[in-house]
């Protein structure tokens, strides 16, 4: 009598966390189904410019992996799907998952023909809405599977002008959402972060003054395919800045935010000095912070940065922004070294917000076990574990590690299922 088929792991979320998963536990032998509930795969590092610590376009090891994904014939990668429901089972998980309306099917060749002719625009989700796009888009220019995605809701009574226009048949408006089901052996959760928001800090600006943005918006201001073609431009007036100012710890270790220190910021700060330095050589740049950390290696980065002419770092806490006069903003900053307050002036603020796990505000129907700041636990008898941001805060080389931790974890529990 032949063996049955072991069921396949789920890993839910495919950021680099997911992906790193599914491709160890996949190039291990098991089978795998990797869902996302976006269009297309990669998560928030394909919104950073240049990421740390070699400060390389995020696409080129993005690229890596979606060929790996594309050629390993053991992973399903489902986009545009998001777990409805889940029930343990003898041998592991029952899910249903939830399958998003496929207005654009798999026929796209991402020709563009479509775009050209659609009247409605919507805020940009890939550029955190700095800016606007039509209703029927590429996501973003790395987008794996590169297909349109179309914005239904967005869409005028009667307007079937994509459809014309598309030569593939590609393109049906009257698609509906559906549904199916999976027994699985394991899950690995990887549902990643999204930003603390900018405004819950209206006291250092954050939702009020326009020029105060946060970190995730400067790596999309840095990046060519931004809201600005890439310049780093004041939101207000579209003016360069000649003094940009970082607020460290903007909502993090702080019982009233975030308790918990993310991590990455102070890193994301000093390398974010280094994008304005390079484009904007003449602007002065003030990283306040209240601990630079920047563990093992990053050491290096710090110096870089650091050593860099016009860029200042001052241990300081910013306890208040506000608007000033000549258009620049006005912060208030508690001295830690002289111990007196001390003002200063900028043109753009950029608050260094901290990673909050996605699961603290969209919950899954899944029984997990998770700490006081909603980061997920690893639950080997029921056989769920997290991998990177979902697990703690953490930048893409430790993320790797845990994904790859997370997955043999789940492959031994997995083990003759
Ligand atoms: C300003 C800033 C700059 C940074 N710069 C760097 C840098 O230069 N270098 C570096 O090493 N690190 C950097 N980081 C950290 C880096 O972004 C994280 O380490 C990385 O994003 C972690 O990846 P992840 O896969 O865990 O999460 P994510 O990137 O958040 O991916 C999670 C994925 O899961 C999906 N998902 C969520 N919920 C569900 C669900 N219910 N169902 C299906 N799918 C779901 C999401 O859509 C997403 O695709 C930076 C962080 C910040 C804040
Ligand atoms: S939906 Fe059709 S027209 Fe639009 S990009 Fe895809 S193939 Fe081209
Ligand atoms: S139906 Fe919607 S997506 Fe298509 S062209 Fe009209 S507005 Fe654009």
Known sequence: MSEPKPRPMLVIGA??????????????????????????????????HHYFPKLCPPSCGMEINTRRLERNPRITVLTATTVAGANRTTGGWSVTLNHAPAYVNSRCTACGECQAVC???????????????????????????????????????????????????????????????????????????????LDKLPELGGGVLSDVIS??????????????????????????????????CAGSRDVNHLPYCS??????????????????????????????????????????????????LVKGKVGKVVQGENSQLALTVEDAEAGQLLHDRADLVVLA?????????????????????????????????????????????ATVRDATGAAAKALAAGRGV
């Open 353 to 397: 917000t901290g990673m909050m796990p996605n699961l603290a505000t969209i919950p899954l129907p899944l029984e997990l076990c998770r700490d006081t700041d909603a980061f997920v636990l690893d639950d080997s008898k029921g056989r769920i574990f997290a991998a990177g941001v979902a697990r703690r805060p953490e930048d893409v080389a």
């Open 215 to 248: 970190n995730v918006q400067m790596e999309r201001l840095a990046a060519a395919s931004g809201p600005t073609g890439g310049k780093i431009l004041r939101p207000s007036d579209g003016k360069a800045p000649t003094r940009v100012a970082f607020v460290q």
């Open 263 to 312: 991590g990455v910021c102070c890193l994301a700060s000093l390398k974010q000095a280094m994008y304005v330095k390079e484009q904007l050589p003449e602007a002065e740049v003030t990283i306040y912070y209240i601990d630079r950390r920047t563990p093992g290696r990053n050491e290096d980065f710090l110096l870089k940065a650091a050593g860099m002419a016009g860029v200042r």
């Open 15 to 48: 950021g680099i966390a997911g992906i790193t998963a599914a491709l160890e536990a996949a190039e291990a032998g098991r089978e795998v189904v990797l869902v996302e509930r976006e269009a297309s795969v990669g998560g928030r590092v394909l919104r950073t």
């Open 119 to 197: 009247p409605a625009k919507v805020a940009d989700p890939f550029n955190l809405g700095m800016c606007q796009v039509p209703a029927i888009r590429l996501p973003h220019p790395n987008a794996w599977p590169k297909r349109f995605v179309l914005d239904r809701s967005a869409c005028p009574a009667d307007c079937r002008a994509c459809v014309d226009a598309c030569r593939y048949g590609a393109i049906d408006l009257a698609a509906t959402p559906t549904t199916s089901t999976l027994e699985v052996s394991a899950i690995v959760v990887a549902t990643g972060w999204q930003p603390y928001p």
